[in-house]
């Protein structure tokens, strides 16, 4: 089988100037399945995915991809794996098992949240998984556009985080994280331990041969700040991680990354004058010589078996994803 999903990957990514390049994301790697989430990668899953890309890939870094894309040198197959985020198990999880099937990846770190943070959607998450409430009343808490929600068992708990997430992450930040403080209150006001990376973490990351980019300070949707505030969230968490890695940091990835949605033409153009070199959003596709260097778009099959995780990414790898700022050169 191996042998004939590779034959397939290379007649649609071939190599040279015909090249296409498919970028896989990733948050989390959990040690075991998480109940809340069943469906998000954990450790035997990811280790069962980093075989197959190891046996039908070329896997490179982020940056070496994008190069070698725009100068039509990329081999057939080409393939990268990055990260948004930065959370702990990036380092602690999936770390070891890359490394040992000799695969790169790059990781996009949020760099207000490093130290051990908590971001506002898994803070949500941790109260509804820790909460001995029976349900919930986003109405009472501000939160419009919902009515009460059962929290007593998983699947009602999966579905009240959805509608909770879903409702909260458009609000302004401020709004954002009252309505968020009030649901936690509201479900007992257990607080969860740290998810993200520590610094060091970073830095290990980085000595480990895995590159490191940008991924703003705070992740805020960025069609919806000023020009003054989503630059700084740019070329701020540019600056704090060439601090702490000593390197320089040109690789980016917006937040929720869905072109024109949340960026837009806007932070595309802060992107470059931050002197990001190649950047990657969320829109569904693979990249070829006419892509912008700064949307290289993304995605990953969410099948389990190999036959039908291969498939999903062959077929994929024919889409063109539409960007922002039409490419002229």
């Known amino acids: 089988m191996n042998a004939l ?4 990957f290379a007649a649609r990514s071939p190599a040279g100037t015909g090249a296409r390049l498919s970028t896989l994301i990733f948050h989390r790697v959990h040690r075991q399945t998480d109940p809340l989430f069943p469906d998000e990668v954990d450790a035997a899953r990811f280790d069962r995915m980093c075989g197959w890309l190891a046996a039908w890939f070329h896997v490179l870094r982020f940056d070496e991809a994008v190069h070698r894309l725009r100068a039509g040198t990329l081999p057939e197959r080409a393939l990268a794996i990055t990260f948004d985020d930065g959370y702990a198990d990036n380092h602690e999880v999936a770390l070891p098992i890359l490394s040992r099937h000799g695969l790169p990846a790059t990781f996009f770190v949020t760099t207000d949240y490093l ?18 409430q029976a349900d919930l009343d986003p109405a009472s808490l501000g939160i419009a556009g919902l009515r009460r929600l059962g929290i007593a068992d998983l699947p009602q708990r999966r579905f009240a ?6 409702a909260v992450k458009y609000l302004e ?14 479900c007992g006001g257990n607080p969860p331990g740290p998810l993200m990376m520590q610094p060091e973490q970073v830095v290990a990351l980085n000595r480990a041969g895995m590159l490191i980019g940008a ?16 630059g700084e969230e740019i070329a701020g968490s540019r600056r704090v991680l060439e ?14 990354g869905r072109p024109n949605e949340d960026y837009g033409p806007e932070a595309v153009g802060l992107v470059a004058e931050a002197g990001f070199e190649a950047a990657c959003t969320t829109a569904r596709g693979t990249a070829d010589a006419s892509t912008s260097p700064l949307e290289i778009p993304r995605f990953t099959p969410w099948d389990r078996s190999r036959l039908r995780f291969g498939l999903r990414l062959a077929r994929h790898a024919r889409d063109t994803a539409t960007p922002v700022v039409p490419v002229t050169a």
Do not use: C
Not at 161 to 166: D, E, F, G, P
């Open 173 to 186: 930040s401020d709004a954002r994280m009252a309505a968020v403080e009030k649901i936690e209150h509201a």
């Open 243 to 256: 601090e702490l890695l000593g390197v320089p940091v040109r690789t980016f990835a917006y937040p929720n």
């Open 5 to 8: 999903l590779r034959r397939l």
């Open 115 to 132: 130290g051990g943070g908590v971001m506002w959607n898994d803070r949500i998450t941790e109260a509804i998984r820790r909460t001995d």
């Open 161 to 166: 985080l959805q509608a909770l997430i879903s």
């Open 215 to 230: 991924h703003t300070k705070s992740h805020p949707i960025l069609a919806r700040l000023d020009i003054e505030q989503a």
